[in-house]
């Protein structure tokens, strides 16, 4: 069997990232990520999401947590940019911290690297202070 990224470009892998997350199919997402890919989910403390993630292992816990603390109402992705290896990707989420009951909007950007035809690291920027009122 063929890896799925082989032939993808960096905008391809991350379009096809998105796609898989909004499916709810984790592997396929996983399958276009390296095994030691990196997401830097810049939130401030108080936030469960925030850290840096590690492996695969480390995005299956990430996107535990993510399920456990939040519900996700609404995720829209606005725009891609790509140049080389880099894709820039411009959204917005409203989501609630299930332990407030609290609604926050969050206009974010997520920078993704790709290496040897792998995501390898996602940065993501984040309405902080957004995030932060609905958790304390």
């Not at 399920?67 to 411009?90: S, Y």
Request: proline share 3%; aromatic share 10%.
């Amino acid at each position: 069997m063929s890896d799925p990224a082989s032939d993808r470009s960096p905008l391809e892998l991350v379009q096809h990232a998105y796609q898989s997350f909004g499916r709810g199919d984790v592997q396929a997402m996983l399958a276009v990520m390296s095994e030691d890919f990196e997401w830097d989910s810049r939130y401030p403390a108080g936030v469960p999401i925030a850290g840096v993630w590690r492996g695969h292992g480390g995005v299956l816990t990430m996107l535990k947590t993510l399920n456990e603390t939040l519900d996700v109402l609404a995720f829209t992705v606005n725009e891609f940019i790509a140049q080389g290896d880099k894709v820039v990707v411009l959204g917005f989420d409203e989501s609630r911290a299930k332990s407030t009951g609290r609604t926050y909007h969050n206009d974010w950007v997520h920078v993704w690297a790709v290496q040897n035809g792998k995501l390898n690291r996602v940065r993501t920027y984040n309405d902080t202070a957004s995030a932060l009122s609905a958790f304390v």
